[in-house]
C-alpha cells in the first residue's frame, strides 16, 4: 500500500464534561519480524511502535505496540472534553516515519 | 492471580488438548515464564489481584491474525485516582508482548479496544495498573483454529 | 445430514484428512444495517434456476465479532483501500496525462450502479469484462498507461473504490447481451465439475454443504456480493479471482489463471446466483 494513510473519527461537537468515545485506523502491514519471504530470508521487522492521542497538548491516551498488533492497527477510546480544542493523534513507524491526524471538537 | 505452577500445568494440557499446528516451525514459543516475567516487571514484582479489570475477547477467534479485544477497568479516572496503565501479553505467541495501553484522568473511561494476532490456541492477558501502584488481572483463553479453507 | 453427505464427509475425511463436521449451523438471523443508518439487502429471493428458495450473504455465516466490523463503516479496515482507491482514481497517470476522473469525473455519480452490474458484455473484446478488465484497457487506451498486473495493490484498491460506488444496490448480471448465456452455461459446468485431488466441485462446498462446518470454516453459499472483500486472514483486500483460484487450490487441482476463460465464465455464473443482494464491497469476512 502507498504511504499509511490515517483515519479518525471524533465527534464535532459535545457537552462539556462529556466522555467521548474516539476511533481511529491507520493502513500499516505491521511487518512483525517473524515472517519470511520465498527464498527463507526473514522479512525485517517493521511495524507502528507508538501511537499517542493529544487534546489541546495534553495526553490522553497512548499505546506502545509490539508486532502481534494486527496489521492496519485499529484503536477505540476514550476523551473526557471539558473545554473546545484540537485533538493530534501520532503515529511512530519503526523507520521513523511519523504520521499524523488532527480533529477539532467544539464543546458547549 | 498469580500464574502458580498449578496453573502453568493445567494450562499446558490445556494447550496440548487445543492448539493447532503454527506455520512456524522452529520457532521458539513464548513461554509461561516469558508472560510471567512480562507481568512482573510491569508490576514492579507484585502479584495482580483479580477483581477490576475485564477483558473481553471472542472464545473462538474467526481468524488468529485480526482478533478483537477489549478492556475495561473499573476507575473513577480522578487526578488522584485512575489507571495508569494496562499491559496486554498472549502467552501462546513468539513473544509475549502485544501492547501497552496508557491513560490518563482525561481518558475519562479506562476502556480500549485493538486487534491482535494470535498464532494458536492461547491465554490472553490483561493488566492493569493504577495511579496508587496496585495491580490488577484478568484472562481470557481464544481458541484459534484452522479452517479448511479461512485459516 | 443425509447419508450422501455422510458418504462424503467420511470419504474426505478417511482419505483427504478434510472433513465436513457433523455440525451443522443455520446462518445466523440478523440484519446488516451499517452505522445504524443503511439497511444492506443480505437475503433475498433466489431467481429462477438457482436451486435454493433464498440467496444468503456470506455475513450471515460469519462470527458476532466479524459481522460488527462490516457494520461500522469506520471499523471496517477495507474503508481504508476505498480512500486509496479515490486517490488513485484522482491522480493523473501514463503518457495521456489523465486520471479516471478527467473522463468520469466525480465516481459517485459516474460509477454509481456500475460496479453492481459486471460483469458485463463487452462486444469489442467479444467476451464478458469484469471490473479489473475493464479499467486496464481505459488504462492502455485512454490513459496510455500500464495495465494493472492481476493483484497489484493499486488494481485491487482502485476496483474496491469502483465497487463501493455502487454499496447497497442490487447484484444483477445482464444476461441477454451478446454471447452471456453460452458464458454463463460454460459457468455453470464449471461450477459443478469436481477437480483435484479431494474431487470437489464448486457445488460440493457451497451448494451440498453449505451451513455445515468444513474444519472450522462455516461454509457460505459462496457469493460474491461483498468482492474484493476484506480478509481478516490476508488483513488485506482479496480479489474475487484470488478467491476463485484459492478455492480451486484447496481441492488440490491445478488452478486457472486469473481472468482466463475458465474463471470469466465462472464469475458470471456466481455472480448471477447472487443476483438481488445488495453490493457489499468492502465486506468484511475471515
Same mark, same amino acid.
Not at chain 1, 465527534?11 to 511487518?31: C, Q
Not at chain 2, 479496544?113 to 490488577?136: P, Y
Not at chain 3, 459486471?118 to 473484446?125: E, G, I, L, S
Not at chain 3, 462446498?205 to 461483498?226: F, K, P, T
Given at each position: 500500500?502507498?504511504?499509511?494513510?490515517?483515519?479518525?473519527?471524533?465527534?464535532?461537537?459535545?457537552?462539556?464534561?462529556?466522555?467521548?468515545?474516539?476511533?481511529?485506523?491507520? %493502513?500499516?502491514?505491521?511487518?512483525?519480524?517473524?515472517?519470511? $519471504?520465498?527464498?527463507?530470508?526473514?522479512?525485517?521487522?517493521?511495524?507502528?511502535?507508538?501511537?499517542?492521542?493529544?487534546?489541546?497538548?495534553?495526553?490522553?491516551? %497512548?499505546?506502545?505496540?509490539?508486532?502481534?498488533?494486527?496489521?492496519n492497527?485499529?484503536?477505540?477510546f476514550?476523551?473526557?472534553?471539558?473545554?473546545?480544542?484540537?485533538?493530534?493523534?501520532?503515529?511512530?513507524?519503526?523507520?521513523?516515519?511519523?504520521?499524523?491526524?488532527e480533529?477539532?471538537?467544539?464543546?458547549? | 492471580?498469580?500464574?502458580?505452577?498449578?496453573?502453568?500445568?493445567?494450562?499446558?494440557?490445556?494447550?496440548?488438548?487445543f492448539?493447532?499446528?503454527?506455520?512456524?516451525?522452529?520457532?521458539?514459543?513464548?513461554?509461561?515464564?516469558?508472560?510471567?516475567?512480562?507481568?512482573?516487571?510491569?508490576?514492579?514484582g507484585?502479584?495482580?489481584?483479580?477483581?477490576?479489570?475485564?477483558?473481553?475477547?471472542?472464545?473462538?477467534?474467526?481468524?488468529?491474525?485480526? #482478533?478483537?479485544?477489549?478492556?475495561s #477497568?473499573?476507575?473513577?479516572?480522578?487526578?488522584?485516582?485512575?489507571?495508569?496503565?494496562?499491559?496486554?501479553?498472549?502467552? @501462546?505467541?513468539?513473544?509475549?508482548?502485544?501492547?501497552?495501553?496508557?491513560?490518563?484522568?482525561?481518558?475519562?473511561? /479506562?476502556?480500549?479496544?485493538?486487534?491482535?494476532?494470535?498464532?494458536k490456541?492461547?491465554? &490472553?492477558?490483561?493488566?492493569?495498573?493504577?495511579?496508587?501502584?496496585?495491580?490488577?488481572?484478568?484472562?481470557?483463553?481464544?481458541?484459534?483454529?484452522?479452517?479448511?479453507?479461512?485459516? | 445430514?443425509?447419508?450422501?453427505?455422510?458418504?462424503?464427509?467420511?470419504?474426505?475425511?478417511?482419505?483427504a484428512?478434510?472433513?465436513?463436521?457433523?455440525?451443522?449451523?443455520?446462518?445466523?438471523?440478523?440484519?446488516? =444495517?451499517?452505522?445504524?443508518?443503511?439497511?444492506?439487502?443480505?437475503?433475498?429471493?433466489?431467481?429462477?434456476?438457482?436451486?435454493?428458495?433464498?440467496?444468503?450473504?456470506?455475513?450471515?455465516?460469519?462470527?458476532?465479532?466479524?459481522?460488527? &466490523?462490516?457494520?461500522?463503516?469506520?471499523?471496517?479496515?477495507?474503508?481504508?483501500?476505498?480512500?486509496?482507491?479515490?486517490?488513485?482514481?484522482?491522480?493523473?497517470?501514463?503518457?495521456?496525462?489523465?486520471?479516471?476522473?478527467s473522463?468520469? !469525473?466525480?465516481?459517485?455519480?459516474?460509477?454509481?450502479?456500475?460496479? /453492481?452490474?459486471?460483469?458485463?458484455?463487452?462486444?469489442?473484446?467479444?467476451?464478458?469484462?469484469?471490473?479489473?478488465?475493464f479499467?486496464?484497457?481505459?488504462?492502455v487506451?485512454?490513459?496510455?498507461?500500464?495495465?494493472?498486473?492481476? !493483484?497489484?495493490?493499486?488494481?485491487?484498491?482502485?476496483?474496491?473504490? =469502483?465497487?463501493?460506488?455502487?454499496?447497497?444496490?442490487p #447484484?444483477?448480471?445482464?444476461?441477454?447481451?451478446? $454471447?452471456?448465456?453460452?458464458?454463463?452455461?460454460?459457468?455453470?459446468?464449471?461450477?459443478?465439475?469436481?477437480? @483435484?485431488?479431494?474431487?470437489?466441485?464448486?457445488?460440493?462446498?457451497?451448494?451440498?454443504?453449505?451451513?455445515?462446518?468444513?474444519?472450522?470454516?462455516?461454509?457460505?453459499?459462496?457469493?460474491?456480493?461483498?468482492?474484493?472483500?476484506?480478509r481478516?486472514?490476508?488483513?488485506?483486500?482479496?480479489?474475487?479471482?484470488?478467491?476463485?483460484?484459492?478455492?480451486?487450490?484447496?481441492?488440490?487441482?491445478?488452478?486457472?489463471?486469473?481472468? %482466463?476463460?475458465?474463471?470469466?465464465?465462472?464469475?458470471?455464473?456466481?455472480?448471477?446466483?447472487?443476483?438481488?443482494?445488495?453490493?457489499?464491497?468492502?465486506?468484511?469476512?475471515?
Amino acid at each position: 500500500m502507498a504511504e499509511p494513510k490515517p483515519r479518525v473519527k471524533v465527534p464535532k461537537t459535545a457537552s462539556k464534561g462529556d466522555v467521548v468515545t474516539i476511533k481511529t485506523l491507520i %493502513s500499516h502491514e505491521m511487518e512483525s519480524g517473524q515472517r519470511k $519471504d520465498k527464498e527463507g530470508n526473514v522479512i525485517p521487522r517493521k511495524i507502528i511502535n507508538k501511537f499517542t492521542c493529544t487534546f489541546n497538548d495534553k495526553e490522553v491516551f %497512548s499505546c506502545d505496540l509490539d508486532p502481534a498488533v494486527a496489521a492496519n492497527p485499529y484503536f477505540e477510546f476514550n476523551a473526557k472534553v471539558d473545554e473546545s480544542g484540537t485533538f493530534v493523534f501520532t503515529w511512530v513507524d519503526d523507520d521513523g516515519s511519523v504520521y499524523t491526524s488532527e480533529s477539532e471538537i467544539e464543546v458547549n | 492471580m498469580k500464574l502458580t505452577r498449578r496453573d502453568a500445568l493445567a494450562l499446558g494440557a490445556g494447550a496440548a488438548v487445543f492448539a493447532v499446528a503454527g506455520g512456524r516451525a522452529g520457532s521458539a514459543w513464548a513461554g509461561l515464564e516469558d508472560t510471567e516475567k512480562a507481568v512482573m516487571e510491569f508490576t514492579g514484582g507484585a502479584t495482580p489481584a483479580s477483581g477490576r479489570i475485564t477483558l473481553d475477547a471472542p472464545e473462538i477467534a474467526e481468524n488468529g491474525n485480526t #482478533v478483537p479485544i477489549s478492556v475495561s #477497568v473499573e476507575s473513577p479516572m480522578t487526578d488522584d485516582d485512575y489507571v495508569a496503565s494496562v499491559l496486554i501479553l498472549a502467552e @501462546g505467541n513468539p513473544n509475549p508482548d502485544v501492547a501497552t495501553l496508557h491513560f490518563t484522568p482525561m481518558s475519562g473511561a /479506562a476502556e480500549a479496544t485493538t486487534r491482535m494476532r494470535l498464532a494458536k490456541t492461547q491465554n &490472553v492477558i490483561a493488566v492493569a495498573k493504577m495511579s496508587d501502584g496496585s495491580v490488577f488481572m484478568d484472562k481470557k483463553e481464544v481458541k484459534v483454529t484452522i479452517g479448511g479453507c479461512g485459516g | 445430514m443425509d447419508i450422501r453427505k455422510l458418504g462424503l464427509a467420511a470419504a474426505l475425511g478417511l482419505t483427504a484428512g478434510m472433513a465436513f463436521g457433523p455440525a451443522q449451523s443455520d446462518p445466523v438471523d440478523d440484519t446488516l =444495517v451499517i452505522d445504524g443508518e443503511t439497511e444492506i439487502t443480505t437475503r433475498a429471493k433466489a431467481v429462477e434456476g438457482v436451486p435454493f428458495d433464498e440467496v444468503i450473504s456470506g455475513w450471515h455465516y460469519r462470527t458476532d465479532e466479524t459481522r460488527e &466490523v462490516e457494520a461500522d463503516s469506520f471499523a471496517n479496515p477495507g474503508m481504508l483501500y476505498v480512500e486509496r482507491g479515490e486517490e488513485i482514481w484522482n491522480t493523473v497517470d501514463g503518457a495521456a496525462g489523465k486520471s479516471c476522473a478527467s473522463c468520469h !469525473d466525480n465516481a459517485a455519480e459516474s460509477m454509481r450502479g456500475v460496479g /453492481a452490474e459486471y460483469p458485463k458484455w463487452n462486444a469489442a473484446a467479444g467476451k464478458p469484462y469484469n471490473l479489473e478488465l475493464f479499467i486496464n484497457d481505459h488504462r492502455v487506451e485512454k490513459m496510455q498507461a500500464e495495465p494493472y498486473k492481476f !493483484d497489484a495493490a493499486d488494481q485491487k484498491a482502485l476496483v474496491t473504490f =469502483v465497487k463501493h460506488q455502487s454499496f447497497g444496490m442490487p #447484484v444483477k448480471v445482464d444476461l441477454e447481451a451478446g $454471447d452471456m448465456k453460452a458464458w454463463w452455461e460454460q459457468g455453470k459446468e464449471r461450477y459443478y465439475t469436481r477437480t @483435484g485431488q479431494l474431487n470437489m466441485s464448486c457445488a460440493t462446498c457451497h451448494e451440498d454443504n453449505n451451513g455445515n462446518y468444513i474444519r472450522a470454516d462455516h461454509l457460505s453459499q459462496g457469493n460474491v456480493n461483498g468482492f474484493p472483500t476484506y480478509r481478516l486472514k490476508q488483513s488485506n483486500m482479496v480479489s474475487l479471482h484470488n478467491r476463485f483460484r484459492g478455492c480451486i487450490r484447496d481441492t488440490r487441482a491445478t488452478y486457472p489463471a486469473a481472468f %482466463s476463460d475458465d474463471l470469466m465464465a465462472l464469475e458470471v455464473y456466481v455472480t448471477w446466483r447472487g443476483t438481488g443482494l445488495s453490493v457489499e464491497t468492502p465486506a468484511v469476512r475471515q
